[in-house]
């Protein structure tokens, strides 16, 4: 299993950015999707989650600016992060769950410059 993330940058405050993921050996369709960000010195947290039903639930502190999205056509899973803050400088994996599997992505930095 590989999942092969893109669209990591930098950007100045108050921008946009979309991430991508697209996972490659499994069954796209039945796997929960999932951003994790980490940054340095903190832990790992989640982000945002969509479910094969498509159902969806975010950090409170990303709530109303990112928006993670599935296309089961494409075998692949976005998140589309607005007004991007300082704080959300971190790096950012995908991950994909099927019952006791977990598979990661490498990760895609996204700085976000004051």
């Known amino acids: 299993v590989q999942l092969v993330e893109s669209g990591g940058g930098l950007l100045q405050s108050g921008g946009s950015l979309r991430l991508s993921c697209a996972p490659f050996?499994?069954?796209?369709?039945?796997?929960?999707m999932a951003w994790y960000r980490q940054a340095p010195g903190k832990q790992r947290e989640l982000v945002a989650a969509?479910?094969?039903?498509?159902?969806?639930n975010y950090a409170d502190s990303v709530k109303g600016r990112f928006t993670i999205s599935r296309d089961n056509a494409k075998n692949t899973v976005y998140l589309q992060m607005n007004n991007l803050k300082p704080e959300d400088t971190a790096v950012y994996c995908c991950?994909?769950?099927?019952?006791?599997?977990?598979?990661w992505g490498q990760g895609t930095q996204v700085t976000s410059a004051a």
């Open positions: 991950k994909a769950k099927y019952l006791r599997e977990d598979d």
């Open positions: 050996g499994i069954i796209f369709r039945l796997y929960a």
């Open positions: 969509i479910y094969p039903g498509g159902m969806t």
